[in-house]
């Protein structure tokens, strides 16, 4: 029996898009950044994770008919037909050149370091063009009033980009004062791991010295057959649960 | 009615003495209240430039915020913040050109058109809660403390959000008989204390201070009683600069309004936070047995 061969082809639609300003035909259901590359674009520089974590490929944009400014990672952000984009892969913002061990955790410490902090007039544009929806402002905010602890909570998805830096009417640069907030909170003002005392010094006492040299001195095969063996927390248990073999704990 | 409270930066930091004992004066009295969540500086002084709507936003974004909070009445305790909110809040209300260009520029928050009510809690004190009722929650009358009632300027001018006649005001004094002190009249009461000139022209404002208080002491006054964070720095905390200047000068204690009504309804004295104050102001209630005992 004769079969006859079908050849299925799966195109993706082709979009237009523009990038810097020139067009390309590009598939709908690609990401910026792999539409940037299939219209020809090597990245060298604004290209980081491809994961939307950091910070690398900060991208501007508008749409047709629309006033607003839309900003999204490259690597997160799937394409729009006509959409006019741009990467913004640096945005110029100093740091303040600071001694960490000098600093105490207290407000002088931000507001001695980044003065500008004061220029705010509250307009907002620094949230309205964060990609990773920070409350830019309410962070700032936190800050002038002397609340470290809250800017660093706000400020914890900051993933560095500098767009809110890029439209800053006061010409701050948030996203470094975001970053010595975070400093300062972990720090100065989180409250010290006690527990890890305790531990470190029972491991300097050697407490665990005749455990550890006792695997080391393992050949390859018990090494092997004691990690099968060993005794593992299972899956369901309950808070009082405990290893039959407390000898480390 | 829901009530919000906006704190103000600096009473969370340069004047916990001013919001920790109002606070618990709101709860001794009754007053229900919900501290506003998100706020942002308000920016302290009322811009005066016609043309100058982005200074408006900020004051306008914490009534937004303050309205999206379900609220219909804003308190505050900072003279200050007060002037800037409510003049802010009286643009809205009455600008209809500039409302429409804030609204505008504002885009992501709800449209705003002045429908909070901005209040002080001075006349928040008289108007809502009632000298009277003042009066029944008090347990340490100040029967023979001198005060004098240091207006400043923010809460009496312009007169569209006076809390009180700007010539002659009586709201303090009200304030301070319904908690059985003695009133002592002078004539610097609504003078300003010289504001931010503190920055610019430090010794003219020593010398406001200096006329301020040696008028506040020549009229026997055993203490000066003011509403707000800047009048504070000038009068309380530059004080050791103006005697130091000044030949003859008194040191004269200075408190808060929020201060002497959580004395005044026996709060526990943790809430006045006494430690900001001038060691002269502990050293007064002290003598008078209005401490139940020493601050730390």
Known sequence: MKTEEVTAEVAAKLIPIYIMGKKYDVPESLTIMKAMEYAGYKYIRGCGCRGGVCGACATVYRKPGDYKIYTGLACQTVVEPEMYLTQLPFYPANRAVYDFAELEGKPEDVFELYPELFRCVACNACTKVCPMDVEVLDYISALKRGDIKAAAEISFDCIQCGLCASRCFAEMPQYHIGQLARRLNGAYLTPRAEHLKTMVANIEAERFKEGLDSLKAMDTDTLKETYQDREMEPATAGEDWAPKDNTYL | ?296
């Open chain 2, 1 to 296: 009615m829901k009530l919000s409270y906006y704190p103000g930066c600096t009473l969370k930091t340069k004047a916990k003495n001013l919001e920790v004992s109002a606070l618990a004066a709101f709860d001794a009295l009754g007053v229900e209240y919900e501290e506003m969540q998100r706020w942002n500086c308000c920016g302290a002084v009322f811009s005066l430039a016609d043309d100058d709507l982005i200074h408006m936003v900020a004051p306008v974004r914490d009534l937004v915020r303050a309205k999206e909070a379900g609220s219909d009445t804003v308190v505050t305790l900072c003279s200050m913040c007060y002037n800037t909110l409510a003049r802010a809040n009286d643009l809205m209300k009455n600008d209809k050109e500039k409302r429409n260009t804030i609204n505008d520029f504002m885009d992501e928050e709800p449209d705003y058109a002045g429908e909070l009510r901005v209040v002080h809690f001075l006349n928040y004190l008289r108007d809502d809660i009632g000298w009277d009722k003042v009066k029944a929650a008090v347990k340490n009358p100040l029967t023979g403390m001198k005060l004098a009632p240091y207006y400043g300027c923010t809460l009496l001018r312009p007169k569209e959000v006076a809390i009180d006649s700007p010539d002659s005001p009586v709201l303090l004094n009200e304030f301070i008989e319904a908690l059985g002190g003695e009133i002592t009249d002078f004539a610097h009461a609504n003078t300003c204390c010289g504001s931010y000139q503190v920055l610019g022209n430090p010794e003219a404002a020593l010398k406001v201070s200096y006329d301020i208080l040696t008028d506040a002491s020549a009229n026997g006054a055993d203490a000066l009683v003011l509403t707000c964070p800047l009048c504070d720095y000038n009068l309380g905390r530059r004080q050791d600069a103006m005697l130091k200047k000044y030949e003859g000068a008194k040191d004269m204690p200075v408190l808060y309004f929020t201060q002497l009504l959580a004395v005044a309804l026996g709060l526990p004295v943790e809430t006045c936070h006494f430690e900001l104050n001038r060691n002269s102001t502990i050293e007064l209630l002290q003598s008078r047995n209005l401490l139940e005992k020493v601050p730390a």
